[in-house]
């Protein structure tokens, strides 16, 4: 199979003067299906964001599955873990991937901030906006307290 590659070539533009165009070229390379051609260096994931650890109990009777990008305060009620802490959060882990917590264990997980917009509606209803906005997350509160995600040990 054959691979267009840009190549640079001096075209003449008239009066003596030269400039660099690019140009389209059917030379062989290998294509190698689903291959992944990376750049230099290392990505850092999360790099400078804030973390939060805590710790989480599945106090219900089924295990309970928490994917990656899932606003972590929202996660099913019967988890149990400083909500106000995980508020503006999700797991640290990576993209696509889950945490799965079996009935009655406790389970040590870390949070990482979320990123972009930090827009947030609610899994369960109790978000609706702009996470760093006050208003935003004393509704959040509220609700989350009065749907019994957060309840008084």
């Known amino acids: 199979m054959k691979k267009k590659i840009k ?23 290998a294509i190698i299906p689903g291959e992944i051609i990376l750049g230099d260096g290392d990505i850092v994931a999360f790099k400078g964001r804030q973390t939060v650890d805590l710790l989480v109990a599945n106090t219900g009777d089924r295990p309970i599955q928490v994917g990656s990008h899932c606003h972590f305060f929202e996660s099913n009620r019967a988890l149990r873990f400083d909500r106000e802490k995980a508020y503006g959060f999700r797991l640290q882990v990576p993209a696509g991937t889950a945490v799965r917590f ?23 209803g109790l978000t609706h906006g702009r996470l760093d906005d006050p208003q935003v997350k004393a509704k959040t509160l509220v609700a989350a307290r009065e749907q019994g995600f957060i309840v008084k040990r």
């Open 102 to 124: 079996e009935p009655g264990e406790d389970k040590r997980v870390t949070l990482v901030s979320i990123g972009g917009n930090r827009v947030a509606y609610g899994i369960n």
């Open 7 to 29: 190549t640079k070539q001096k075209v003449a533009t008239g009066r003596g003067v030269s400039r660099n165009t690019k140009k389209l070229s059917t030379q062989s390379a």
